[in-house]
Structure formats: structure tokens, C-alpha cells
């Protein structure tokens, strides 16, 4: 059974839309993050988390933000997409005693 | 900040051959190192990781150095089969618990019978 669980896998919306990326862990892990996907890039990370109500900025945050509502959800946010943030996103969860990262299946998305 | 660069991109090999992946980093002050896979369709998976107090790793079929002087860490897979098409990662970080990984841009591997 899968730990970690991303909504939707697949997403099209248009320039200037709103879309929110869902992410539950079941790990019971205070970490989690958010990686875009991206050739000749390899994954960057976004945004990420130590607990519920934490944030902490990535590398790359401009056009996202991010909400931890409990240890379990976290929540990626793209106010106005742009085609620019067309990627395949990955959630990922840690327990922070170490570095192993455990990843969602991806979520696709396309900004017409 | 740190740079990570990975080579090659694509890599073909037939089935067991080996096949070597490298990646070069840019901060001396990096203190994991790790090597990630990714099957179509899903996300990654860790495959092995070292801290930097070790040069030499081996698991299943699977070696990892790490050479500090030069700022780079390979990854040699021995005797490839079908299950090893993937495309793989490397990834760094100078801390060793926070997850804050920095990440190589992927080599692409395909095993050719």
C-alpha cells in the first residue's frame, strides 16, 4: 500500500488558473516536500516541511505556495499558473533522522 | 550554492555488461551522498547511500565510490538486466538529516538483450 499518495496524477489547466496539488503520507513522518521534475534539470525542490503549520522555502518557490495542515497533508498551490511550471511534481516524506526520502508516484501537470 | 552535475544522459549497455554512472559536486563541505532510481510511472526509490567518511560501498550488485579529492561519486551497476532499465539520480546534501537534497539531472538507462 502505497505511503505516499499525490492527487490528481494528471492535471491540465489553462494560464492564470488556479490549481492545488494534494500529498498524503501515511509514514508518520514530520517531513515532507515538494519537487518539481524537469529535463536537463533533474528534481529541484519547492518547498518543504517540518510539521504541521511549518513552511520552509526551497530552491525554487517563485509561483508556489504551500500549506501543511496536518503531519499527513501538504498542499501545493499555483495561484496563476504559468506554461512555465508545466512539470511533473513529486511530494516526498522523511523522518528527519536521516536523509532517505520517500516519494509520491508524481502528479503531471500541463499549463496551456 | 552547490552544483551538481551528472553524466551521462543516456546510457545503453547490453544485458550483463556494466554500466557506470558518475556524478561531480561542487561544495567539499558534502556530507551525503546518495543514488535514487526511477521506474516508469513511479517515483524514485532509493538505491544506496554513503556518508562522506566512506569511499566504498557494495549491495547487491551495486557499487558506489565516492571520491572526495576530485568531488565525485559514481555508480557501477555489474551484470545489467532488463530490471535495471531506469533512469537514475544522483543526489547530495551537506547536512545529514534534514532531507534538503540537491539533485543530478537523471541518466537514463535502457538494457539492450
Known amino acids: 500500500e502505497a505511503a505516499v499518495t499525490q492527487s490528481p496524477r494528471n492535471k491540465v489547466t489553462v494560464t492564470g488558473g488556479n490549481v492545488t496539488l494534494s500529498c498524503r503520507q501515511t509514514?508518520?513522518?514530520?517531513?515532507m516536500y515538494w519537487y518539481r521534475q524537469d529535463t536537463g534539470h533533474g528534481l529541484r525542490l519547492i518547498h518543504y516541511?517540518?510539521?504541521?503549520?511549518?513552511?520552509q522555502i526551497g530552491d525554487v518557490p517563485d509561483g508556489y505556495k504551500a500549506t501543511r495542515t496536518t503531519q499527513e497533508d501538504f498542499f501545493l498551490l499555483l495561484e496563476l499558473a504559468s506554461p512555465s511550471q508545466t512539470s511533473l511534481y513529486f511530494c516526498?516524506?522523511?523522518?528527519?533522522?536521516?536523509?532517505?526520502?520517500?516519494f509520491g508516484a508524481g502528479t503531471r501537470l500541463s499549463v496551456l | 550554492g552547490e552544483q551538481v552535475e551528472q553524466r551521462p544522459p543516456h546510457l545503453s549497455v547490453r544485458e550483463g555488461d556494466s554500466a557506470i554512472i558518475i556524478c561531480t559536486y561542487t561544495?567539499?563541505?558534502?556530507?551525503?551522498f546518495s543514488w535514487y532510481k526511477q521506474e516508469a510511472g513511479a517515483g524514485l526509490q532509493l538505491l544506496m547511500s554513503?556518508?562522506?567518511?566512506?569511499d566504498r560501498k557494495e549491495e547487491q550488485g551495486l557499487t558506489v565510490l565516492l571520491n572526495k579529492k576530485d568531488k565525485r561519486l559514481s555508480l557501477n551497476l555489474t551484470a545489467a538486466h532488463p530490471g535495471d532499465s531506469a533512469v537514475y539520480f544522483c543526489?547530495?546534501?551537506?547536512?545529514?538529516?534534514?532531507?534538503?537534497?540537491?539533485f543530478g539531472q537523471g541518466t537514463k538507462l535502457s538494457i539492450k538483450p
Open positions: 516541511s517540518y510539521g504541521a503549520g511549518n513552511l
Open positions: 516526498a516524506s522523511s523522518d528527519g533522522t536521516g536523509n532517505t526520502l520517500y
Open positions: 554513503v556518508l562522506s567518511n566512506v
Open positions: 509514514n508518520s513522518h514530520n517531513y
Open positions: 543526489a547530495v546534501s551537506l547536512n545529514y538529516n534534514q532531507g534538503k537534497l540537491i
Open positions: 561544495d567539499s563541505a558534502t556530507a551525503y
